[in-house]
Structure formats: C-alpha cells, structure tokens
C-alpha cells in the first residue's frame, strides 16, 4: 500500500496531507506516513501539512566514502526510476534488493565491489549520488544550540491551554500563561485560538518560537539521554528527545532504515551507527552519552 502512496506521490510530485488518497493511506494516517517518508529522504513537508518529493538520489551508506559499497534509493520512485536502476545494476554487476519495512515503502539497497561502481550505478541510472550520505548530512547541521528560531513578542491575551515540556520527566505537563511570562527559561506549547505556538524562553523577556523537536533538546541540553553501543552500531534515544526530521534522516541514512520504537521503554533506536556519528549525533543534538 504504501510503495503505491510513494509512487503515486513521485508522479504528483508535490501536494497538501489532505490530497493524498485514503485508499493508500496506512491505518496511522496521512501526518505519520508523511513524517517518516521525510525521515527516509523521499520527501520534504511543512507545517501547513505540505509536501514534495525529492529527486531520486542514490544515498551511500558506510563509515569511509572511497570505501562505501552500498547505496539507497530515496527520493521519487515512479516505475521509470526502478526500471533504468535495475537494468542499470545489472550492466555495472550490482546488486539490487528490497529490505521490507513494516507500513512503510521497502528499503532499496544497492551494492556493489566498489563505491565507483555505485557512482556507475546512478550515474548510468540518471541518478544523482551522494558519498558518506549520513555524515555528510549531519556534519553540514547546525547545533540544537544555534538551531535557527525568530524571536518574538511574548504571548498575551486570551489562550485556550498552556503546557510546559519537562526536563526532569520528558513529558509535557499543564502550565499558566503567567507561568511562562515569567518564566527565565522553559519550552511552552501555547495554544492560541486555532493555533499553537512553540516558545523557547531563555531570559525573562527573552523567547523564541522554535521547532518543536529542536526546543525538547534545547531544554534537555546536557543531559545523559544518549545510549550508544559500538558493539551492535546502535544509538537509543527517548521517543520525548526525538530529533528533528533532518537530524533525524542523517541518522537513518546510515542504515537505510527508519529507527525502531519501542513503545515500552519509549525509547528510538538508530541502526548501523558509527563511533564518528554517534559523537556528531552526540555535539548537534547538545546531550551527553548516557
């Protein structure tokens, strides 16, 4: 179902949530599918519920550039991409496979005995290609300290609800518009007639509206959350501290894969995590190794 809601989004190319066909939506919705189809690089989204796929790209995976002997597939994937790919891989002696994922498009990994074969690859395939995809992305992010965010007036007049995001428990909890007007610093969800607004304090007359994922980190800033074990290549984080969407793809980038939830612990786990991404995961989201 969803390999049809990716195809039928590649031919339409850009659209609104409620454009997309109920009958190839999975059972969580169009907000869930669209979130994790931009975790996997198939697609940017808005705030306002917009989307567009990207182009077709070849992202590799591995530690070392020159060394990568695999690639995924992400971006648009109409039968005309799929096509060219698969008979391209079988000029250049690679080898194309798909990774099911559950509820989601399969993973379309591409390997080859070398990173130029790959390069061949989607090179004869009309496609673009990216080195070292994960790192790359993640090396050219800013920190969660210097994520960007517009400073702004403090909220005033009648709000509908107030929360406020805890560090201590991970969780939002009910709150006052006073408590965030005097608030030095706190992360508020402020409810505003239709609307909400995310407010980073960081001085008493000082706020900022900022992404939601980015503010929970900026508020949980120094604190040991991060579990990284080199053993098995993974990296655990709170499903409260998930990253934002592009911190986020750089991680699954290096796997191909969207990260595992455990909904028990509340915990996400990133596959395939070097000892170089993990301490990169480690300076951008401002967190400790727990």
């Known amino acids: ?93 690679a080898e194309i496979r798909n990774i099911p994922q559950k509820g989601r498009p399969d ?10 074969d790959i390069c061949s690859v989607a090179t004869a395939s009309g496609l673009n290609w990216q080195r070292d995809a994960g790192f790359t992305l993640l090396a050219c992010l800013p920190t969660i300290r210097d994520w960007p965010r517009s400073p702004c007036p403090m909220v005033a007049g009648k709000i509908d609800e107030v929360r406020r995001f805890s560090k201590t428990d991970l969780r939002w909890i009910p709150s006052s518009l006073e408590e965030a007007q005097q608030a030095i610093r706190g992360l508020f969800h402020i409810k505003r007639d239709w609307s909400w607004i995310v407010l980073l304090k960081e001085g008493k007359d000082t706020q900022s509206e900022i992404d939601m994922a980015a503010g929970r980190l900026a508020i949980a800033s120094g604190s040991k959350k991060i579990h990284v074990d080199l053993k098995s290549r993974s990296l655990r984080i709170p499903l409260a501290l998930k990253p934002p969407t592009v911190v986020s793809r750089a991680l699954a980038l290096c796997s191909g894969m969207l990260p595992e939830i455990e909904t028990e612990k509340r915990e996400m786990t990133f596959r395939s995590i070097s000892n170089r991404i993990a301490r990169l995961a480690v300076s951008v989201t401002g967190l400790k190794l727990a």
């Open 1 to 93: 179902m969803t390999e049809r809601l990716l195809e039928w989004m590649s031919y339409r190319e850009r659209g609104h949530a409620n454009d997309l066909p109920r009958d190839l939506l999975p059972p969580d919705g169009p907000r869930w599918i669209l979130s994790d189809l931009a975790i996997l690089a198939h697609a940017e989204t808005g705030p306002d519920g917009r989307w567009r796929v990207t182009p077709p790209v070849l992202a590799a995976i591995g530690d070392e550039s020159d060394g990568t002997k695999t690639a995924v597939l992400c971006g648009a994937r109409t039968r005309g991409v799929m096509d060219r790919l698969t008979q391209s891989c079988k000029l250049n002696g």
């Open 107 to 116: 993973c379309v990994l591409v390997t080859a005995s070398s990173a130029s």
